[in-house]
Structures are given as structure tokens and as C-alpha cells.
């Protein structure tokens, strides 16, 4: 099972600032296969980005992700008050898929 | 426009079973992987078990192998989950989810809304 470690934990960034999340994997994942979902409260999981940069389908491209190997990143280039939430890393390398803890982007 | 419903979760003692079934619609529900994630309460994000297209590959996390099972109907567009053997531990909002593509190794591209389950004596 691949362990996906996310940090920081909690990014405390005021609106119009860039947000770096950082996703580490406890080996290397198979051909970039690397998610980003965001989950604001009360709601469902929504994939943002897929294949470690491909951004899927409507998501503005603000957000952008980045990373191969066992090393992936999450910019948000310029916060927006909705993009205050959590994220999950995701890894789909392996049919044993896993998620990383998350990380909580708060307003400072 | 995809929608997946779930439904069956319930409060159940611990050593109890419950079924948990997810309804799709608004794609090819036999063209797709399905999977199964849950959430305890103020927690992260766990996947359960995925099922491929025609049920051929299955996988399951360690936390459920042994006591869960996923199966899928593609006549009827519904995905399940057998859970035997509940523990406290599997407390939790459980979503449905739709793959990608048609294997288990796939992004989770659509969810429902989840169905909750409370393992309480």
C-alpha cells in the first residue's frame, strides 16, 4: 500500500495569496497517477486535478498541480474566498487506492 | 448528468451486517469502474473497495478485507457493499464513487452524496 503524507496540515493565507500543498508518497506512483479533490463542508469530494497535472473538467486554472515520482504539488496561484476548504491527495497507481491526511486551507 | 444515490446506512450494533447500495444514472454504468470511500466523522478520506467494469477485478482495503464485499449489478445500474462484522471503527459516511475508466485503477471522477453508518451498541 502506497502512504500518501500531505503538508502542511493546516495553510492559514489570506485572499489573493498562493497556496503550495505538498503531497509525499512512501514510494514511487505508477505513471504520475496522482489526484487532487477538494471537500468543503458538508459536501461530497470534487476532483480538481488528475494525472498529477491535468486539470479536469471546468476547474479554473488557478489551480494547477505539478510533481512525479514520489513528490506532487497543488498550487492555487491567487486565492478566492470559495477555494478556502480541504484537499486530498489521491493515488490511483495501483488498484489499492489510497488517500493522504488532507490539508486545511483557512483564511489568516 | 451523472447522479449516484446512495442508500442502506442505518445505526447497527457492532458484530451486526448491513448492505449498502449506490443507484447510478445519467451514463453507461457497465463502461465505468465503481468504488466505495468512506468518512468518519471529522475525518479524511478512506477508499473501501473498488470493482472493475464486469466485476472480473476486485480489491479491497485492509481495513475491510475479510469482512466486506463489493459486488455491482449492471442490469440494474446499482453498485453494493456487504459489510459483515461491524466495528465502532467503521462509523462513517460512505460515498459511492465512479471511476474513469473501466478498471479498478482509476481517478474517482463522480461521487453521490454518501449514506451514513453508526456502529453503536
Known amino acids: 500500500e502506497i502512504v500518501l503524507t500531505q503538508s502542511p496540515g493546516t495553510l492559514s493565507l489570506s485572499p489573493g495569496e498562493r497556496a503550495t500543498l505538498s503531497c509525499r508518497a512512501s514510494?514511487?506512483?505508477?505513471?504520475?497517477?496522482l489526484a487532487w479533490y477538494q471537500q468543503k463542508p458538508g459536501q461530497a469530494p470534487r476532483l480538481l486535478i488528475y494525472?498529477?497535472?491535468n486539470r479536469a473538467t471546468g476547474i479554473p486554472d488557478r489551480f494547477s498541480g505539478s510533481g512525479s515520482g514520489a513528490d506532487f504539488t497543488l498550487t492555487i496561484s491567487r486565492l478566492e474566498p470559495e477555494d478556502f476548504s480541504v484537499y486530498y491527495c489521491?493515488?490511483?497507481?495501483?488498484?489499492?487506492?489510497?488517500f493522504g491526511g488532507g490539508t486545511k486551507v483557512e483564511i489568516k | 448528468e451523472v447522479q449516484l444515490v446512495e442508500s442502506g446506512g442505518d445505526l447497527v450494533q457492532p458484530g451486526r451486517s448491513l448492505r449498502l447500495s449506490c443507484a447510478a444514472s445519467?451514463?453507461?454504468?457497465?463502461?465505468?469502474?465503481m468504488h466505495w470511500v468512506r468518512q468518519a466523522p471529522g475525518k479524511g478520506l478512506e477508499w473501501v473497495s473498488g470493482?472493475?467494469?464486469?466485476?472480473?477485478?476486485?480489491a479491497y482495503a485492509d481495513s475491510v478485507k475479510g469482512r466486506f464485499t463489493v459486488s455491482r449489478d449492471n442490469a440494474k445500474n446499482s453498485l453494493y457493499l456487504q459489510m459483515n462484522s461491524l466495528r465502532a471503527e467503521d462509523t462513517a459516511l460512505y460515498y459511492c464513487?465512479?471511476?474513469?475508466?473501466?478498471?479498478?485503477?482509476?481517478?474517482?471522477?463522480?461521487w453521490g452524496q454518501g449514506t451514513l453508518v453508526t456502529v453503536s451498541s
Open positions: 464513487a465512479k471511476g474513469a475508466v473501466e478498471i479498478v485503477a482509476t481517478t474517482l471522477k463522480d
Open positions: 445519467g451514463f453507461t454504468f457497465d463502461d465505468y469502474a
Open positions: 470493482i472493475n467494469w464486469n466485476s472480473n477485478s476486485i
Open positions: 514510494q514511487s506512483v505508477s505513471s504520475s497517477h
Open positions: 494525472g498529477a497535472s
Open positions: 489521491h493515488q490511483y497507481g495501483s488498484s489499492l487506492l489510497t
